[in-house]
């Protein structure tokens, strides 16, 4: 047998034998007692895509009239294919000379204001013909 040290209680550990979470010392279960938090409901998970879709998107850069990454006034910076994932934390002067290094004069950069800006929705529409919906399959 091995012994394992947890917070000062000692328990022996076999390979062969599996103890349960009652075999366990009280301050040791009371450790392992985690409270998940729980899913969203429907209607949690409906109101923030909503908020999602309606994220003013000021970067619009396109090549060849495919949308490939916006930039949304929030700060949010979304890049629709792996490909084009140029590192983390990058700023968007960084991400914009990565897409210009990568595909020269057919590259397109549009920039708008908050007000006139398409929305992360209607990006989201154009790119893929429908804006973005929950995924609720997870919920059922």
Do not use: C
């Amino acid at each position: 047998m091995i012994p394992v040290n947890i917070n000062d209680a000692i328990i022996p550990l076999n390979p062969k034998n599996r103890i349960s979470k009652d075999d366990l010392p009280k301050e040791v279960r009371e450790q392992l007692s985690i409270e998940l938090p729980s899913l969203p409901t429907l209607e949690e998970r409906q109101a923030q895509i909503d908020y999602q879709n309606s994220i003013p998107q000021t970067t619009v850069i396109e090549n060849n009239g495919e949308i490939l990454a916006t930039f949304g006034d929030n700060g949010w910076k979304t890049v629709f294919s792996n490909s084009d994932a140029f590192g983390h934390n990058l700023s968007e002067t960084e991400i914009l000379n990565a897409f210009k290094n990568k595909y020269g004069a057919s590259l397109s950069i549009n920039k708008y204001s908050p007000e006139n800006a398409p929305t992360m929705g209607e990006i989201h529409e154009m790119k893929y013909g429908h804006p973005l919906t929950p995924k609720i399959d997870y919920l059922v």
